[in-house]
C-alpha cells in the first residue's frame, strides 16, 4: 500500500479496494486514480514513490532556482 493508508492498488496503480476499520475488504465504486505507486522510498514524480536514494524531479515553485552544489563549497 504505497501511500500508507486503506486504499490497496495492483503495481500499475489500479485500485483493488480498501481495507476498512473492522478488516473487511471493500470495493467502492468510485475511487479517483491516485498515480503509478512505483517503488517504495522514491519520491519521483508527483504519485511515484519510486527508487531508494534519488530525490526524483520535481517543479521549481515560482521565482525560485536550482543551487549547484560546487558554488555552495566555493562561498
Known amino acids: 500500500m504505497p501511500w500508507d493508508d486503506e486504499d490497496v492498488v495492483d503495481t500499475n ?4 479496494g480498501t481495507i476498512t476499520e473492522d478488516n473487511r475488504f471493500y470495493r467502492f465504486s468510485i475511487r479517483p486514480y491516485r498515480g503509478y ?3 517504495p522510498g522514491y519520491p519521483g514524480y508527483p504519485g511515484y514513490p519510486g ?5 526524483g524531479y520535481s517543479h521549481l515553485p515560482p521565482t525560485a532556482e536550482d543551487i ?3 558554488i555552495l563549497e566555493m562561498a
Do not use: T
Request: positive net charge.
Open 13 to 16: 496503480g489500479k485500485y483493488l
Open 37 to 39: 505507486p512505483g517503488y
Open 51 to 55: 527508487y531508494p536514494g534519488f530525490a
Open 68 to 70: 549547484e552544489i560546487k
